[in-house]
């Protein structure tokens, strides 16, 4: 599921700096898949669930699943977000030249948190999930960049691609929120705690 | 908490259209409390996991609680980011007097929404979380008359106020989300199923 989440995010980026429409259908494609997989997970859950009487630290790790399942499938829907901007705009391109370098690092670095989230869930690893964090930070400087240039009084590109700009920004850095909040639920799961400045492991 | 989640968007929306500073003091310490009250859920649920051998249902209703929690967590935080914007460009008004009615609107329906999902979750009837569905539809439809005035030519308040009112939009719009979603987790936990248009109980 991370890694659809990444391709979806990676097409959905590629799509928005110019790409064809066949790029925004395989995004909504993959976005569908991962409501199935997401579904698929908690049915499975539940199943076992079901079938086994878990103990206290089985049943964290059953909900943890199904609340990582959640954020994927998320993660997706805002990669599928960012595809309909570049669809809606098509053949225009949603975002203005001068801007298609800080998108495509935003696309680069939502692509590797998703990753990274998924080598967190296999690793079970504090350090795999530092990187994740390490990477939000980058996220964010990029949306305040992105931020300074849209209310740079000579932002010559007009309303209509402030707004996209704007929410196409909100869109990556939830994306990069939920990478975090799988890395963080999963370290807190194995180790019971985490950095004190991130302390919502299920959020 | 949805009682709270419901006065947090209530006074952020006072807040915005032109309230105290002291009004989103108010909002950020809701959020706040409304982070306690999750992990609060969390660790009860754990608890009873702990102590008891539930059977699947009574798993699914454990799941759906934590689930629960963290969306009414979330509309905290996203009625907490309507009352930055505001304190952000205070003393200044963030939103232009020619758009206090749509948002006085949306402040309203929110709030609304947060206390009717607070009542299904009492009554885990349908038929009150079908109210919510359809405060949902008029919450859309005021989002999209908010982005028509946005895209209007006309719109003559500049790209930093654009900005401001869409990611507002987008606030108010995620907050409706969370409480449908809460209704809808219910009712398919209740019955076990959902309408069609609506098939993700636990997004």
Same mark, same amino acid.
């Given at each position: ?39 698929? %997970? ?21 909900? %943890?699943? @199904?609340?990582?399942?959640? &954020? @994927? ?37 939502? &692509? ?73 639920? %999963? ?17």
């Amino acid at each position: 599921m991370t890694v659809t989440a990444a391709e979806a995010i990676e097409r959905a980026t590629g799509c928005l700096l110019g790409g064809s429409l066949e790029s925004a259908e395989a995004v909504a494609a993959m976005d569908a898949r991962l409501s199935v997989a997401r579904r698929a %997970v908690e049915d499975q859950t539940y199943e076992l669930l079901a079938r086994q009487s878990p103990v206290a630290g089985d049943l964290r790790a059953l909900v %943890v699943a @199904i609340k990582v399942g959640a &954020d @994927i499938d998320r993660m997706g829907s805002l990669a599928n977000h960012v595809a309909k901007v570049a669809k809606r705009r098509h053949p225009a391109v949603a975002v203005p030249d001068q801007m298609f370098d800080p998108f495509r690092k935003m696309g680069a670095v939502a &692509d590797r948190m998703a990753r990274s989230a998924g080598a967190v869930l296999l690793s079970q690893d504090a350090a795999d999930a530092e990187r994740v964090a390490l990477d939000d930070d980058a996220m964010d400087g990029l949306r305040r960049s992105l931020f300074r240039a849209l209310l740079d009084e000579e932002w010559p590109y007009g309303v209509e691609s402030a707004i996209d700009v704007a929410l196409l920004g909100r869109y990556y850095e939830r994306f990069a929120d939920h990478a975090v909040s799988i890395a963080d639920a %999963v370290v807190y799961l194995v180790t019971g705690s985490l950095p004190e400045e991130r302390a919502e492991p299920l959020g």
